[in-house]
């Protein structure tokens, strides 16, 4: 079974970047589609982006498009998200998975947190 490690969180102030990386076991990595998902206080868990198993294609939600980029590395067995122009309501705790259905079990997340 695949294990997702996220990292890269923390506190910053709005406008501010962070990038996240995601370090998968398992040698299927390279075959699958990879998405960031974030789940805010109080809410549900929201598909934020993805990256097509090659990486040659990326998809955002409406909301990051434009701040953040999603990118791989498949070498290194690992996903990550480059979080530009925070704002407040990008505070949540950040996941990756599979796309579009979350195969594995997820891991801990990374918390972000953007202060106004």
């Known amino acids: 079974q695949v294990q997702l490690v996220e990292s890269g969180g923390g506190l910053r102030e709005a406008g501010g970047s962070l990038t996240l990386s995601c370090a998968a076991s398992?040698?299927?990595?390279?075959?699958?589609?990879m998405g960031w998902y974030r789940q805010a206080p109080g809410k549900e868990r929201e598909f934020v982006a993805a990256?097509?198993?090659?990486?040659?294609?990326?998809y955002y939600t409406d909301s990051v498009k434009g701040r953040f980029t999603i990118s791989r590395d498949n070498a290194k067995i690992t996903v990550y998200l480059e979080m530009n122009s925070l704002k407040p309501e990008d505070t949540a705790i950040y996941y990756c998975?599979?796309?579009?259905?979350?195969?594995?079990?997820w891991g801990q997340g990374t918390q972000v947190t953007v202060s106004s």
């Open positions: 998975n599979t796309h579009p259905s979350p195969v594995f079990t």
């Open positions: 990256i097509s198993w090659s990486g040659g294609r990326t």
């Open positions: 398992g040698r299927t990595f390279g075959t699958y589609n």
